[in-house]
């Protein structure tokens, strides 16, 4: 490998360590305080540059000379972006004409065998140790900024890889038995079946609006996480991320996605008033951090699209 190579493959992380905001909106809601830790502000766009990035990073080393990936999401960018920090070529696979799974499950075929070439990886978006790994470093920014521990800790779930990896975090700090309120929205709901049925759990199809929760089933290290942590898996409506996504658009101007959305939907929809009052959450909680996970599938016309496809005005 090239000196140049090297040195960028060896060089301090590829994520931005992100900003931890109090909002004062959704501690109204809440009735706790509220912070958002704003991964949206990624390099990437999302949470994704910390798994991928140093997934990427690490290939380097071993003598990667091309990447490979088959997201055009949130985990392609990232792919894309770690491989130009780098300096090597990435190709992002993706066919054209085809419904949203077939596209995912002959992209990723497809990915698996350009990955067979000299020199080449294929970047997994979520399934991966090192993925995990390098998404741990968000609980490491939550220590240093909060100190002591939240009373919950709020993110959604699509492929599981940042539930893996802030539990591996957690774990890590020593704040294991801090909550975690795992979000999914109906149709992308792998993670909640899985725990519901005890195994995993592929869903025949993903009907969900929240496109970047896609995954038909869920990392197996996710579901082992269950077993390990407090996880509480919920599930919300199409209807009350997208809600969420335009309230967080009200209050903090910020636009993200739906996928988001489901996490912020614990705050504005009252599901979190609605676990402290069953007992599954403390009646009164230190503080609650809600990861907001990032905003790269959508822009303001995709919002109203959104809001129109489900009868919102």
Not at 90 to 114: M, R
Not at 162 to 169: E, I, K, N, T
Request: some cysteine; proline content about 4%.
């Amino acid at each position: 490998m090239d000196s140049s190579l090297t040195g960028c493959a060896r060089a301090e992380h590829f994520h931005a360590a992100t900003p931890l905001l109090e909002s004062w909106a959704l501690s109204q809601v809440a009735g706790t305080t509220v912070f958002l830790k704003c991964e949206n502000v990624q390099p990437a766009g999302s949470f994704k540059i910390r798994g991928i990035g140093h997934f990427c990073q690490e290939m380097a080393k071993k003598g990667c000379r091309h990447l490979v990936c088959s997201s055009g999401g949130n985990a392609g960018i990232a792919a894309a972006y770690a491989a130009r920090k780098l300096g090597i070529p990435a190709t992002i696979v993706l066919p054209e004409g085809t419904s949203l799974q077939v596209v995912w499950d002959e992209a990723s075929l497809k990915a698996q065998e350009l990955a067979t070439r000299a020199g080449w990886v294929n970047v997994p978006p979520f399934d991966h140790p090192l993925i995990w790994e390098g998404h741990a470093s968000l609980v490491r920014e939550l220590k240093a900024a909060l100190g002591t521990p939240p009373g919950a800790l709020v993110l959604a779930v699509g492929g599981g890889g940042l539930l893996a990896g802030v539990s591996a975090g957690l774990a890590e700090v020593g704040w294991q038995h801090v909550p975690i309120i795992a979000v999914e929205t109906q149709g992308a709901h792998c993670f909640n079946a899985a725990v519901k049925a005890g195994r995993l759990v592929t869903l025949p199809d993903i009907t969900s609006v929240a496109k970047s929760l896609g995954a038909k089933t869920v990392a197996a290290r996710a579901l082992a996480c269950t077993q390990e942590l407090e996880i509480i898996s919920e599930v919300v409506e199409d209807v009350q991320a997208v809600s969420a996504v335009q309230q967080f658009l009200d209050d903090e101007r910020m636009l993200v996605e739906p996928a988001c959305g489901a996490a912020l939907a614990v705050i504005y929809s009252g599901l979190l008033g609605r676990l402290q009052a069953e007992g599954r959450l403390r009646p009164s909680l230190a503080s609650v951090v809600v990861i907001v996970c990032g905003g790269n599938s959508i822009d303001g016309g995709g919002l109203q699209a959104l809001k129109a496809r489900l009868g919102q005005s």
